[in-house]
């Protein structure tokens, strides 16, 4: 697994054209990121952020039956609200996609009513939270898919290892079924309605999750994708899955509230290096920069083992796209202030210190010692390890 008061009026939504029209060129984000820290105020878009840290991704498995949000997790994103920008952990576009334990969907209409206070306790605290919208494809199992559900990925290719389903405890990846080409226009249509469901439940936008060996990544990859029709074979077939379902979904909401994560050389869920990796990701960038969403964040996994994203790679990615870039993977406060400093980035995502600092944002910027997390409950039900970190007495600077 991976480590994801009313509701505020909406900006109107803009053409596409007007939103890239508004975005600073590179060369005037550099004059500007040369003022600026990871606690000054950044413009989303069309939202205003009051910090520059995001909230990443991360799994918590803390969803009650059916995928349905409840009022634990309104408590957890409340607790993290002083992020400038909340990502939700992982959530299923499709009962096909609900592949880990206790992870929450947004498909259908009760699992949209349950995100709703969740959004709102966020708002009500000043913050901004997008949904990141998830299907695991071929990382799941039988027994943690809803009735009906059923495990699709574009070739049946297993993933090696095991998984944890609450039935039958540690269980192998099952072979997957190849999907249809029916069925690959039906989870792009999946896509969009979860989108649609989340801004109905208040979210300021989605982050469509292309990363860690999921759906998404699964069709970018040779090796998850032995296809030989429209959706497979060339670098140009193999991202049309990620760049229709990114235009679908930015054409159904609105470009400026949707972004993507991206994690090239990663390793999770059994993914494997292929030699056109760097090619792949540039290509994808370009065809989603065109298609205009608000940003790309790119997640580098090597402070957890994997092989690492160049500098290279990162800084071409960097120019390749023309609006806001968030990096991700082992930040500390003085790596991401040199990020930002060197222009390497906009916003920088946290994840684990997020778990076990409810005011991380206020601890760095106080310099306050952070909680150590419990790994032990990172992914058990419940309250424990999840709401009840403390927040530290900060002494206000005078």
């Known amino acids: 697994m991976h480590l994801k008061g009313s509701v505020r009026s909406r900006p109107p939504r803009k053409h596409a054209g007007e939103f890239l029209h508004r975005q600073p060129t590179l060369s005037r984000r550099k004059s500007v990121m040369s003022e600026t820290s990871l606690f000054s105020p950044y413009a989303l878009g069309p ?14 498995s803390r969803a009650s039956a059916g995928g349905v949000p409840n009022v634990l997790m309104a408590e957890y994103y409340a607790q993290r609200a002083g992020a400038g920008l909340i990502v939700t952990e992982g959530v299923s576009p499709s009962p096909n996609g609900l592949g880990y334990a206790r992870i929450p969907g947004v498909w259908n209409a009760e699992q949209a009513a349950g995100w709703k206070p969740v959004a709102d306790a ?43 389903t609450d039935a039958q ?27 649609r469901n989340a801004i109905a439940a208040g979210f300021d936008g989605v982050e469509l999750h292309a990363a860690n060996g999921y759906l998404m990544e699964q069709f970018l990859s040779p ?47 059994d993914m494997k290096p292929y030699p056109e990796i760097e090619e792949t990701c540039l290509a994808l960038v ?98 424990q390890g999840y709401t009840d970190y403390p927040a530290a007495a900060l002494q206000s600077s005078s």
């Open 286 to 383: 370009k065809a989603l920069g065109a298609a205009g969403l608000a940003y790309v964040h790119v997640v580098d996994h090597s402070a957890m083992g994997a092989p690492a994203v160049s500098e290279t790679l990162k800084l071409a990615m960097r120019k390749a796209w023309p609006r806001t870039f968030i990096l991700a993977g082992g930040f500390d406060r003085a790596g991401a202030e040199a990020a930002l400093a060197g222009n390497r980035g906009d916003l920088v995502a946290f994840g684990r210190p997020f778990i076990s600092n409810p005011d991380l944002v206020s601890r760095l910027e106080k310099g306050v010692e952070l909680n150590a997390p419990d790994f032990a409950t990172f992914y058990t039900p419940g309250a």
């Open 223 to 269: 090796h998850t994708n032995v296809r030989t029709d429209a959706w497979g074979g060339s670098v140009a077939n193999r991202i049309a899955f990620v760049v229709e379902t990114a235009r679908a979904t930015a054409a159904a909401i609105g470009g400026e509230r949707v972004g993507i994560r991206l994690s090239p050389h990663g390793v999770a869920s």
């Open 47 to 60: 939202f205003a952020l009051r910090n520059r840290m995001v909230m990443a991704p991360m799994t918590r």
């Open 169 to 195: 405890a540690m269980q192998p990846h099952p072979v997957p079924r190849a999907m249809t080409d029916a069925e690959v226009r039906t989870a792009i249509g999946e896509f969009v309605t979860a989108a």
């Open 122 to 164: 966020v708002h009500a605290r000043g913050g901004r939270i997008f949904m990141q919208l998830m299907h695991t494809g071929r990382v799941g199992h039988p027994a943690n898919l809803p009735e009906g559900g059923e495990l699709l990925a574009p070739s049946a290719v297993k993933a090696e290892g095991q998984i944890w």
